[in-house]
């Protein structure tokens, strides 16, 4: 019963566009070609983007804001084409009792023209645009009175967006909502109930069928909010159903080496050589991890820390841990200068400790590299610090247990797969990331991690204080400069970096470096520069002259912009800040403000900014919270465009908006983490109608294999 009324909505739905009443052939080769429409159940999830209230009318003398979509009512008049080619525009009039408000098309002229007849009534509908002094309209939907009263007599009117080709053939938004009318009053009886009787009740949602009826074409705005609520979270919940199902079944599946001791190295640690008191967030963190590693399960899991909230010393005392559980571990930075700087941090962390560690880079030369190859397989080495050098075939560990990836944006899903494989039971991994990801991306993103956030900065630190100064500011910038150099701190200069290979790029890099020059000459002052062309022992060894104080300003590119750590620095000068992207301009703000001075972040823009820009260089001088500074990166960029994120696919939300719906995304990734925790793999028979729900989905509408 259930099967053959399955395959009844099945058919239906499925049915090619072309058989719609009102639609043919000519209509649906648009349809397929302009809105991907190929199907009833294409066009049944062809959602309107607005609602009008067919019931309001404004008045034109009344119009005094560009902000939303407004109707009048009135006649046309003094429509005439004007311009030639390209400027070529058909204007008119549309009078009220209260005035005359202008009316302009620059496409569909004709048919536009054709359309309106003299001394008939229209609604004219659209968003009122400010210009010359006065309002107009530029492309608005009319539609005469006699029209709309015969048409859809709902007083909220779906708002359907069209294109040109579309309008062309009678398929504005009018159009095509007389098409969907035409579809949701078939499809009685033949929409399935995606969701349970038991989450229906108990969210109070309303059926699906009322809902996809609603939507398209709802009685009352009561009823569009109920039709939305549920659409949205059902969206939400079948995406984290499925993410988190496939999170339970790894973690069924793969097994984990059990940590279950805490010996002597991590307890002489924490007991003699940490040289301070941990955070509670990073003792909570700490914990967090040590209880997942203990479970005998796998760990696969994400640190969030904003740049220096101590993440490296969270990494090490896991390390520690693995020790003293008889298995080696490895810590992955994405550059060779950051591995050489963990390497130096964590040995000199661990001086006087019994633990054997190294670094293996690209530049290590081959006698050495063997030694670590032996010593890896032998056992004898306990920590592995390297870059990619690290993750070849020929590196082979005798018992890896823990992997530790920092800075993880850099790092691809395959090369964590090629460490999962370095040992026969997979090690558990720890990806740290200092790109503050919004929670509710992070949770619909990485649904399949485990997250820690270290939400807390060491004691003592005194917030970055952050500067705009316009390019006509030099003066005062060098002044500011040579006085903190006199105070013995030290001075980072940025430029951007669209393209590494531009020659323009580095131009800028070397007229900013010649300029410096000039203002901070020898034997004052001594200048390093560093860029991504020099060779890696040249640019190591200018980054050590620095940070030993040897050099007192440090011109570079991007190449800074992870991880680097030199306490006595305390200013950043960011030049041509407006081309660099939130995350990357508080990134680099990162690397100071690392000692006990207070430090500063000097943001250097030309005069002329795009609001955008204006946005970011704002958003920077108010906060530094890396998170608020996440969230506003996330509104300006949209959330596909987020680091790391450009693979998942999870992001293309139809109605959800994971900032906005942030509420309906927790109470769905709530619900399908209770239903999987009774039923892990949804086999239990009320569960059967979301097990059904996913295979549909999977299988027609998202890939999740993209997902990892
Ligand atoms: P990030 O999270 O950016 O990797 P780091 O691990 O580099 O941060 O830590 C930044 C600095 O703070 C380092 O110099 C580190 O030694 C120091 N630090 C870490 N934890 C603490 C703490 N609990 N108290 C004081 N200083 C700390
Ligand atoms: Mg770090």
New binding site residues.
């Given amino acids: 019963m259930l099967d053959s009324k399955l395959l009844m909505s099945f058919d239906f739905l499925n049915t090619a566009i072309e058989y719609l009443k009102g639609v043919g052939p000519k209509r649906a080769a648009l349809l397929k070609s302009e809105l991907d429409i190929y199907t009833f159940d294409d066009l049944l999830n062809y959602f309107p983007f607005r609602y009008i209230d067919r019931s309001k009318f404004s008045k034109v003398a009344n119009i005094q804001s560009d902000s939303a979509y407004i109707q009048t009512k009135g006649k046309i008049h003094g429509l005439k084409t004007l311009g030639a080619q390209r400027g070529k525009r058909l204007v008119g009039y549309l009078r009220d009792e209260t005035g005359d408000i202008e009316l302009i098309w620059f496409k569909g002229l004709k048919w536009v023209s054709d359309k309106i007849k003299p001394n008939e009534e229209y609604i004219v509908f659209g968003k009122p645009n400010y210009f010359n002094g006065k309002y107009n309209f530029t492309h608005p939907e009319i539609e005469s009175v006699a029209e709309a009263e015969k048409g859809v007599n709902a007083t909220l009117q779906p708002f359907y967006s069209s294109t040109e080709k579309l309008k062309s053939r009678g398929l504005d938004s009018r159009g095509i909502a007389r098409l969907t009318k035409t579809l949701v009053d078939q499809i009685h009886k033949v929409i399935n109930e995606t969701l349970s009787v038991e989450i229906i009740q108990q969210l109070k949602l309303i059926p699906r069928e009322k809902a996809l009826i609603s939507i398209h074409h709802p009685e009352n705005q009561n009823i569009l909010n109920k039709a939305i609520a549920r659409l949205k979270f059902e969206e939400l919940f079948f995406i984290q159903l499925a993410l988190l199902r496939h999170k339970f079944n790894r973690v069924q599946k793969v097994a984990g080496h059990n940590f279950s001791i805490v010996g002597d190295h991590f307890n002489n640690f924490y007991n003699q050589h940490l ?5 509670n967030a ?1 003792k909570r963190v700490i914990k967090e991890i040590r209880a997942n590693m203990g479970t005998g399960r796998q760990m696969n899991r994400l640190l969030q ?11 090490l005392m896991c390390l520690l841990i693995a020790i003293d559980n008889n298995f080696q571990a490895c810590l992955m930075p994405p550059t060779e200068i950051l591995a050489q700087q963990h390497f130096k ?1 964590i040995s000199q ?1 661990l001086d006087n400790m019994p633990v054997s560690i190294k670094l293996l880079t690209g530049s290590t030369k081959t006698a050495e590299r063997k030694l670590i190859h032996e010593d890896l397989e032998s056992g004898k080495l306990n920590i592995l610090i390297g870059t990619h050098a690290l993750i070849e075939e020929k590196v082979k560990f005798k018992n890896l247990g823990f992997v530790v990836i ?1 800075e993880q944006h850099r790092f691809g899903v395959e090369q964590r797969a090629k460490l999962w494989k370095k040992n026969k039971v997979p090690p558990h991994v720890l990806v ?1 990331t ?1 790109t503050p990801i919004p929670r509710t991306l992070a949770m619909t993103v990485y649904g399949d991690l485990d997250i820690s956030v ?1 939400d807390e900065l ?4 005194k917030p970055v204080q952050t500067f705009h100064y316009f390019d006509s500011k030099r003066a005062k910038l060098f002044h500011f400069m040579k006085q903190k150099i006199a105070e013995g701190r030290q001075v980072y200069v940025v430029y951007p970096l669209i393209n590494e290979s531009e020659t323009l790029d580095l131009k800028d890099l070397m007229d900013g470096y010649e300029s410096i020059s000039r203002s901070f000459p020898l034997p004052d002052y001594a200048i390093s520069i560093v860029h991504g062309k020099m060779k890696t022992d040249v640019k190591d060894y200018e980054m050590q002259r620095f940070a030993k104080g040897e050099t007192q300003i440090m011109v570079a590119t991007t190449v800074i912009e992870v ?1 680097v ?1 030199v ?1 006595n620095a305390s200013v950043m000068v960011i030049e041509n800040a407006e081309r660099f992207g939130l995350s990357q301009l508080h990134q680099l703000r ?1 690397r100071v403000g ?1 000692g006990g001075d207070q430090s500063f972040c000097i943001l250097m823009t030309s005069f002329k900014l795009t609001k955008e820009a204006r946005l970011r260089i704002e958003t920077m001088v108010k906060t530094t919270n890396g998170f608020e500074i996440a969230e506003v990166d996330m509104k300006i960029r949209g959330p596909g465009d987020m680091h790391g994120t450009q693979q998942s696919g999870v992001l293309d939300l139809q109605l959800a908006d994971i900032i906005r719906d942030e509420k309906i995304l927790k109470y769905a990734r709530n619900l399908a983490t209770e239903i999987l925790e009774h039923d892990p793999l949804l086999q239990k028979p009320q569960n059967a109608i979301l097990a059904n729900r996913l295979q549909q989905l999977q299988k027609y509408k998202y890939d999740w294999s993209k997902i990892s």
């Fill in positions: 040289p301070f008191e941990l955070t990073q820390g904003d740049v220096g909230s101590g993440k490296t010393l969270v990494a941090t962390f920092d740290m200092a270290i060491p004691p003592g630190r991880g750590d306490p990162g690392r």
